[in-house]
């Protein structure tokens, strides 16, 4: 498998071929390395492979409730069609890797106090071994606290920081990704954008490269949405904007989530949620056949036993849908 810390950006999207190959990899799972104790609920210590497949998953009703007391014989999980023995079932047991990305355009102002005690609050919620990074993006992004596990360092930062300049997402979400890719130690990698989605820099990437990074980094998108003040001028120049990134399917291809903060007053609970859900997905592993030999892409497919019904109909599954192994 390829070590993509030593590959160019640049040959990472020739790799990610377009048209329906990138609706693979858009909706995909990559292959993961996890730390080697790692544990198979009830069978004791796995052995941990460079060919095992490990993604994570969210379970929900058909309204929308969270499946919270599932266990791995209530999963299935196949490959290109295969049914695979699902070796490695666990939930919140590996540590997660974290990347908040801030933005600091003018219209979040208001809200950078209330942040700042949300993620006090929020982020002591992580387990110790737990790691966090700070972004920021107005119309540039910036790496603002490398990956700790100090959690209360990152609402300090935050607590320092002066809002201005255009709202550069892509580019905010682009740089999280490469980060974690080449610097996030073995484990979940989650990206959170902290924004009100309302973009007017297009910056240096587009949906499509941003999709390709944050699938190599195997990092799942999830965005907490926040009520930015906002003009109707400004609303309407974002909307004749081209090439702002689509984060809605960003998300879908990695598998996260919308939080919408409708009011300021519930910002403190919906990230609360928001940390809660990425904290307790399930993460399952199996054993691939694969080897790149043939140079094309792997679907997967994770759904529940027959006995809980359709998937789709009875319930929904958030997950990666496809993995590439070169």
């Known amino acids: ?36 104790q790692a544990q198979n609920q009830g069978s004791g210590t796995i052995r941990v492979e460079v060919n095992l497949v490990v993604l994570d ?16 014989e209530d999963f299935a999980v ?38 700042r005690d949300a993620a006090a609050t929020t982020l002591g919620a992580l387990k110790p071994e737990d790691t966090v990074a ?11 606290v490398p990956l700790t596990k100090d959690k209360n360092r990152i609402a300090e930062e935050i607590n320092s920081f002066k809002t201005g300049g255009a709202t550069n997402i892509n580019d905010g979400i682009f740089v999280a990704a490469e980060y974690l890719l080449k610097s996030a130690p073995k484990g979940r990698r989650v990206i959170i954008l902290i924004s009100d989605d309302v973009g007017t820099d297009a910056g240096g990437q587009g949906t499509r490269d941003i999709v390709t ?16 003040y906002n003009p109707p001028q400004t609303l309407f120049a974002s909307s004749m904007i081209p090439g702002l990134v689509n984060i809605r399917k960003v998300m879908d291809a990695t598998g996260g989530e919308l939080f919408d903060v409708q009011n300021v007053t519930n910002l403190n609970s919906v990230f609360g949620a ?3 859900r990425i904290k307790t997905r399930y993460t399952l592993g199996y054993y691939t056949s694969v080897n790149g030999a043939d140079g094309k892409p792997h679907k997967l497919d994770v759904r529940l036993a027959s006995s809980f019904g359709t998937k789709g109909h009875n319930y929904n599954v958030l997950a990666k849908t496809g993995f590439y192994f070169r």
């Open 57 to 72: 998953a969210t379970v929900k009703t058909k309204d929308g409730q969270i499946m919270d007391n599932l266990k791995k």
């Open 134 to 144: 700070l972004f920021t993006f107005s119309t540039e992004a910036e790496l603002r």
């Open 1 to 36: 498998m390829v070590d993509f810390s030593k590959v160019t950006r640049l040959q990472r999207r020739k790799w990610f071929l377009p048209g329906v190959l990138l609706f693979l990899f858009a909706s995909g799972a990559f292959l993961s390395r996890i730390p080697a």
């Open 78 to 115: 196949r490959e290109d069609g295969v049914a695979k023995k699902i070796e490695l079932f666990s939930r919140d047991e590996l540590p997660l890797n974290v990347a908040l990305v801030l933005d600091l355009s003018d219209s979040i102002e208001p809200f950078l106090g209330p942040l």
């Open 274 to 276: 928001l940390i809660q």
């Open 213 to 228: 990074e944050t699938i190599a980094a195997d990092a799942a998108l999830y965005n907490l949405k926040i009520p930015g």
